[in-house]
């Protein structure tokens, strides 16, 4: 029997919660978080810690981590395509990987290596493409042939049934999965013990713009003053930016995923296939963690459909023809806010002390230290910081997009 366990039943007393709760809003903050996900407990974690700003409050109109940040797939990765996506995701493969440490809170961070499958000539060719731009930034990423595939998962059909043959692959060894609700749970107890308010089941229903700044928010418990809010609320980015006249030409789709039952252990990487549209990983439970792209209609849904399972399992039967009989055991769904670029909106706005965090499509898991830590930068210093700055909002006006689709068009 764990120690843990024993220790709770002869001891009548409860642990300490991961976080306080507050009783009631205060009148006024020095920063308002709307979005109580990953990325706003991290832009709360690290204004504390870094900046010293602990006058924070984030609001959830839900519970923490209860929105994209626990309905994605964990995957961790940095092999991007653009010199601006490769140097913001590697710093974030960095963060991931001292969190533990950092949270006292095994957040169970695994390095698996991931293999992006290439079915084409020009997949193979956008492959090489990716690597040297990653090699060129020093992140560790080469293209590999169908032997090193065979070899690292054996239990692959290299030919997918005569379907797509593989031709190779983009290896990138840093790949990992991690535990998303522990990386919430890290984020947000950190910042609980450095003095920031978190409310869960607070809703912003306004927000107070006078003279082209940002003064405070309205709730559904009274409202609040602020010097600065941050919006970190993914696919309810439209909603929140339409509150301070801002347009963004952010769109909303679904992107389901789902799980199957236990299986022993076997599969040890991460396998991405862009031309099938699926992606998987076995979990520490021995789940097999599935998706694969966007729902085709744009809609604000978290719902779970039926074609969506059909042709994900028709096209994991194309890799592992083995599973035939493996069960799924659950299905969910998450709102993912795409841009025209595939890259994220991050950092300052035309509405002074108003910020914005969004954009994020289907990778916004694996950038939550970095988006944490650079939005509190940001926020900190009224100034996009470098990594971001790439990102602004006002680079669809300036024609300035950064072509990431290359590396993100599968959601994963």
């Not at 984020?187 to 003279?211: P, S, W």
Request: aromatic share 8%.
């Amino acid at each position: 029997m764990p120690l843990r366990l024993l220790k709770n039943a002869i001891d009548p007393r409860p642990d300490a919660r991961f976080f306080t709760q507050p009783e009631r809003l205060k009148k006024r903050y020095d920063v308002v978080i709307i979005g109580g996900g990953g990325h706003g407990l991290a832009c709360a974690y690290y204004l504390a810690k870094t900046h010293g700003i602990t006058d924070v409050a984030v609001l959830e109109q839900g519970y923490i981590g209860g929105g994209n940040t626990g309905r994605n797939t964990t995957i961790v990765r940095s092999n991007y395509l653009t010199p601006e996506g490769v140097k913001f995701y590697d710093q974030s493969v960095r963060l991931f990987q001292d969190l533990s440490d950092d949270f006292d809170l095994n957040i169970f961070y695994s390095r698996r290596g991931h293999f992006t499958l290439a079915h084409t000539d020009s997949a193979l060719r956008t492959m090489r493409w990716r690597a040297e731009v990653n090699k060129h930034y020093g992140v560790d990423s080469e293209v590999v042939g169908r032997e090193d595939i065979a070899a690292a998962c054996p239990e692959l059909d290299l030919d997918c049934g005569g379907h797509l043959p593989i031709q190779g692959a983009l290896y990138h060894a840093p790949g990992a999965v991690v535990r998303h609700d522990a990386v919430a749970w890290g984020y947000g107890r950190g910042a609980d013990r450095r003095g920031v308010e978190i409310h869960q089941k607070t809703r912003v229903t306004g927000i107070r713009v006078d003279g082209g700044r940002v003064t405070g928010v309205e709730t559904d418990r009274g409202a609040v003053e602020a010097g600065a809010v941050v919006s970190m609320v993914a696919g309810s980015t439209p909603r929140i930016t339409g509150m301070v006249g801002i347009t963004t030409p952010i769109v909303i789709h679904p992107l389901q995923a789902c799980v199957t039952e236990p299986l022993k252990p076997w599969l040890d990487t991460i396998i991405v296939s862009a031309s099938l549209h699926v992606y998987v990983s076995q979990s520490s439970r021995g789940e097999l963690v599935m998706g694969a792209s966007l729902d085709p209609a744009e809609l604000h849904s978290t719902r779970s459909t039926l074609d969506f399972t059909e042709e994900l399992t028709d096209h994991m039967l194309d890799l592992f023809p083995f599973l035939g009989q493996t069960r799924l055991m659950r299905q969910w769904g998450g709102m993912a806010d795409m841009t025209p670029d595939f890259a994220p909106i991050m950092g300052t706005t035309p509405v002074a002390g108003f910020y914005l965090d969004s954009g994020w499509g289907t990778w916004g898991f694996k950038a939550t230290p970095v988006s944490g830590m650079t939005m509190a930068a940001t926020v900190a210093s009224g100034r996009d910081h470098e990594l971001i700055e790439p990102f602004n909002l006002s680079r669809f006006e300036r024609f300035a997009l950064v072509g990431e689709r290359g590396a993100a068009s599968v959601g994963h």
